[in-house]
């Protein structure tokens, strides 16, 4: 089964989101990040690549869920409205000077409104995402693409890490924690195990890999990937920086490093299976 098939709708609306992100970079090139009094387009371009990456590899995925079409369809036209109202509330909110999430200066009830829509936004994609992992837990998902599929199963462990940290930042109207904790990087870094997870699933199915590596490359890396996650969700609970050089910090950062190094190992695998064996001389009579 193909990644993205049927998904074309959905993908359109993932690129609409990097086309948004690249006007706001040009943007903040000529005049700059800041709109008086609390806006920041680095936030907006973040968001809008960020969502529309996640929003790719949910189109991706989706074929691989073992939905019915029904089902599939309801999902599409979920998050259709859903993330365009995201891009459209984060961009312009912050053109117009206003943090759309934690406000401090929005007073109307227009804005009050927007916000909480946001909010209430943000908790109905986090519903439906946990609804569409269901599905690749089931044993039969293993059947068409086995090692993508443990991929996708090891990558929601992550994403449940991200949605606790979103939850949290709505709970305290603000992405910071204790004397340095900033939730929006735990926040950011799990969704990202929906791209890169996948990713090493995807490497490792090739029929040279399957066959010396059957598996344990992707337990392996997505393990690592895990438990990094977990440890910066410890240091940011306790209110620190993950930035910092302190045990917690550098084993996550060591364990990124393994996730890494088996992509790289995986990467290898492939293209050295793709190296052309050279011609043999012509034998002249």
């Known amino acids: 089964m193909k990644l993205f098939r049927g998904e074309k709708l959905l993908v359109m609306v993932s690129l609409l989101g990097f086309v948004l992100g690249i006007g706001i970079a040009l943007y903040i090139y000529i005049f700059g990040n800041v709109v008086l009094p609390e806006g920041n387009l680095e936030r907006a371009f973040s968001f809008d690549v960020a969502l529309a990456l996640f929003l790719l590899s949910v189109a991706a995925i989706l074929p691989l869920s073992g939905l019915s079409s029904h089902k599939r369809s309801a999902i599409r036209w979920f998050f259709i409205p859903a993330i365009l109202y995201a891009y459209a509330i984060e961009t312009i909110q912050h053109f117009r000077g206003i943090n759309p999430r934690f406000s401090k200066v929005a007073s109307n009830t227009v804005e009050s409104i927007a916000g909480n829509l946001f909010a209430l936004d943000s908790l109905l994609i986090m519903i439906v995402v946990v609804l569409l992992a269901i599905p ?55 969704f990202h195990a929906l791209q890169t997870l996948p990713l090493l699933g995807w490497l490792s199915e090739k029929d040279h890999i399957k066959k010396r590596h059957p598996g344990w490359l992707i337990h392996v890396g997505s393990l690592a990937w895990t438990i990094s996650i977990l440890l910066i969700s410890i240091q940011t609970v306790i209110g620190r920086s993950v930035f910092e050089w302190t045990a917690l910090p550098i084993i996550a950062g060591i364990m990124l490093i393994i996730w890494f190094s088996s992509v790289v190992t995986a990467v290898f695998h492939l293209f050295r299976s793709k190296k052309v064996t050279p011609d043999l001389p012509a034998h002249s009579d």
Not at 161 to 174: D, H, R, V, Y
């Open 136 to 190: 690749f837990y089931r044993k039969r998902q293993t059947n068409e693409r086995p090692l993508v599929v443990l991929g996708i199963r090891y990558a929601f462990l992550s994403i449940m890490f991200s949605f606790a940290a979103g939850l949290w930042m709505s709970i305290l109207q603000s992405r910071y924690i204790g004397e340095t904790g900033n939730l929006i990087v735990l926040h950011g870094l799990g």
